[in-house]
């Protein structure tokens, strides 16, 4: 496989967990890049349902190397608890199949706090994280005050370095009103998370530059989504992270001449989970999705919110991350509708946006312009080839990823492996 990123080019939730591990089959190496467990990667295998949230989905498949980079920010008890849940479903991970970069920052115990102080402390402006410490760390890292994974497994270091962090942390959750944390409790959690982390340590930017040389296939499978991209998505609502193509780089050491292709991964509609800016969000077909049972958050269980294709966002998506290939999903969430509607503009008065606006106050003022298309009203879910879309599905298809601006390669219609149509 040509080195391939995989990106959302939505809010996150496109699917991706769903499209890496069919891509899977055809590479070596899948990499995690940014982002931590406020990740939830949906993968079905059969009946089986997987949510990964720091292993890269890639685990699912036998004999590829899955990697935790170094971009990503990683909360050892959250991925012990991970490995718990995959062994008991008999998914054998060992320190052959994943590796964990030695430089990736630790998520621990006071930075989810402080999330949660400085989200409570937001009141009505929270931006609706999802708890799991990740700002915060990030910050930490940003400020070079972090803990990091090669000082995580190393006793005397680990028990220096978090007494300092514990001090300093815990005045800053005084200032918010919040509980102070333990230094022992968090020391013999973390201690105890180290050792069964231990054997998957290692230089990843090392493994990975012998893989490229040797011309192993990766795949980046990127987390979160365009718009939560920490410099390109609707700050301040967005995560820590450069969730974007350009978060594979410095997120795990490979440099960008040898990046060969990037996939954009796109529901046939828009969702997104948190607060923020949603332009085409619409209770219709909200309720008819949440009313299929569809449409609720994977790590925190929130319904997400719901909306028409955007392909302003989309556009705007293709340009910041360079999608060659479009990977739709859900597209069968649409099946029922008569009339489908799709974004193509943006309206503020007599002012009409192409693109999506930088200001999210603008964003918030923004009115989307829509074209109607057909509904095709007909189940989809058991098509396996193009030809056995309904024409009208297939229209639908092609002009949102020709609105998009780039090229369709995958639609998928349904959670499972054999659910997706290759173009
Ligand atoms: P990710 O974070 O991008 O990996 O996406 P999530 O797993 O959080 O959410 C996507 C949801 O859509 C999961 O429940 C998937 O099983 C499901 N899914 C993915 N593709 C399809 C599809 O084509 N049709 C249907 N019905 N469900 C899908
Ligand atoms: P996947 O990889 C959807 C959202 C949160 C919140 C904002 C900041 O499954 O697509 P954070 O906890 O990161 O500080 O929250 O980002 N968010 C996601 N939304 N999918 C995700 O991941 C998300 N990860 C974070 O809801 O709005
Ligand atoms: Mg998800």
């Known amino acids: 496989m040509a080195n391939t990123i995989l990106v959302g080019a939505q809010w996150g939730d496109e699917g991706k967990g769903k499209i890496i591990d069919v891509l899977?089959?055809?590479?070596?190496?899948?990499?995690?890049?940014?982002?931590?467990?406020?990740?939830?990667?949906?993968?079905?295998?059969?009946p089986q349902k997987y949510v990964l949230h720091l292993i890269p989905s890639g685990i699912l498949r036998k004999d590829k190397t899955c990697v935790i980079g170094n971009g990503v920010v990683l909360d050892p008890v959250g991925l012990v608890k991970e490995l718990d849940g995959l062994a008991k479903l008999g998914v054998a991970v060992t320190p052959e199949n994943l590796l964990i970069s030695e430089t990736a920052h630790v998520v621990l115990p006071y930075h989810r706090e402080l999330d949660g102080a400085r989200e409570l402390a937001k009141g009505k402006g929270k931006i609706g994280t999802t708890k799991r410490g990740i700002g915060p760390c990030y910050g930490?890292?940003?400020?070079?005050?972090?803990?990091?994974?090669?000082?995580?497994?190393?006793?005397?270091?680990?028990?220096?370095?978090?007494?300092l962090r514990v001090k300093d942390a815990n005045a800053h959750l005084k200032g918010l009103g919040a509980k102070p944390v333990s230094y022992k409790k968090i020391l013999?959690?973390?201690?105890?998370?180290?050792?069964?982390?231990?054997?998957?340590?290692?230089?990843?930017?090392?493994?990975?530059?012998?893989?490229?040389?040797?011309?192993?296939?990766i795949l980046f499978e990127g987390a979160q989504g365009t718009f939560l991209?920490?410099?390109?998505?609707?700050?301040?609502?967005?995560?820590?992270?450069?969730?974007?193509?350009?978060?594979?780089?410095?997120?795990?050491?490979?440099?960008?001449?040898?990046?060969?292709?990037?996939?954009g991964v796109m529901k046939a509609y828009t969702t997104r989970v948190g607060e923020g800016p949603l332009p085409t969000e619409n209770a219709e077909i909200s309720d008819l999705l949440h009313g299929m049972g569809r449409e609720f958050g994977s790590t925190t269980g929130r319904a997400r919110r719901c909306g028409w294709f955007d392909?302003?966002?989309?556009?705007?998506?293709?340009?910041?991350?360079?999608?060659?290939?479009l990977a739709v999903t859900n597209l069968d969430g649409l099946d029922t509708l008569a009339t489908i509607k799709v974004c193509t503009g943006y309206r503020?008065?007599?002012?009409?946006?192409?693109?999506?606006?930088?200001?999210?106050?603008?964003?918030?003022?923004?009115?989307?312009?829509?074209?109607?298309?057909?509904?095709?009203?007909?189940?989809?879910?058991?098509?396996?080839?193009?030809?056995?879309?309904?024409?009208?599905?297939?229209?639908?298809?092609?002009?949102?990823?020709?609105?998009?601006?780039?090229?369709?390669?995958?639609?998928s219609i349904g959670p499972a492996r054999e659910q997706t149509i290759f173009l």
């Open 140 to 163: 930490d890292k940003a400020a070079r005050v972090g803990i990091r994974v090669m000082d995580l497994v190393s006793p005397d270091r680990f028990a220096a370095k978090l007494k």
């Open 311 to 325: 392909a302003v966002a989309t556009r705007h998506a293709t340009m910041v991350n360079g999608i060659d290939e």
């Open 348 to 411: 503020v008065g007599a002012v009409t946006f192409d693109h999506m606006p930088n200001d999210i106050e603008i964003l918030a003022l923004c009115e989307p312009v829509y074209e109607e298309r057909p509904g095709w009203q007909t189940d989809t879910s058991g098509a396996r080839k193009w030809k056995d879309l309904p024409a009208k599905a297939r229209d639908y298809l092609k002009f949102i990823a020709e609105q998009t601006g780039a090229k369709l390669t995958i639609a």
């Open 24 to 46: 899977t089959e055809a590479a070596d190496i899948v990499v995690r890049y940014a982002g931590g467990n406020n990740a939830g990667h949906t993968v079905f295998v059969g």
């Open 188 to 217: 013999a959690e973390y201690s105890a998370a180290a050792e069964v982390i231990r054997p998957h340590v290692t230089n990843t930017v090392r493994y990975l530059h012998d893989a490229t040389t040797a011309r192993r296939g």
């Open 229 to 263: 991209d920490l410099d390109h998505g609707t700050y301040p609502y967005v995560t820590s992270s450069n969730t974007t193509a350009g978060g594979a780089c410095t997120g795990s050491g490979v440099p960008p001449h040898k990046m060969d292709k990037v996939v």
